[in-house]
């Protein structure tokens, strides 16, 4: 496979996908922000708790979107 035949396989990414995951991030951190800060739990449980949100997250996004191609 050369390169351009390789630049073709490749879809591009929307512009709301790229903002929806940005969003994503902002609101984790921020999670984890008021996990550790506000509710006083330690550090290591705070990254904890707002990873699994963010792979909840995620896991969810991909059920979705395999639901939604498999319809057609």
């Known amino acids: 496979m050369g390169i351009d035949e390789l630049d073709r396989a490749v879809a591009p990414v929307s512009r709301l996908t790229v903002a ?3 969003l994503l991030v902002v609101l984790l951190f921020a ?3 008021y996990g550790w800060l506000v ?3 330690g550090l290591v449980a705070s ?3 707002s990873a699994g949100t963010g792979f909840a997250t995620l896991v ?3 059920i979705i979107g395999s ?3 498999a319809r057609g």
């Open 20 to 22: 929806s995951y940005t």
């Open 31 to 33: 999670w984890f922000l």
């Open 39 to 41: 509710q006083r739990q």
């Open 47 to 49: 990254i904890g708790e």
């Open 60 to 62: 969810v996004v991909s």
């Open 67 to 69: 639901i939604r191609k």
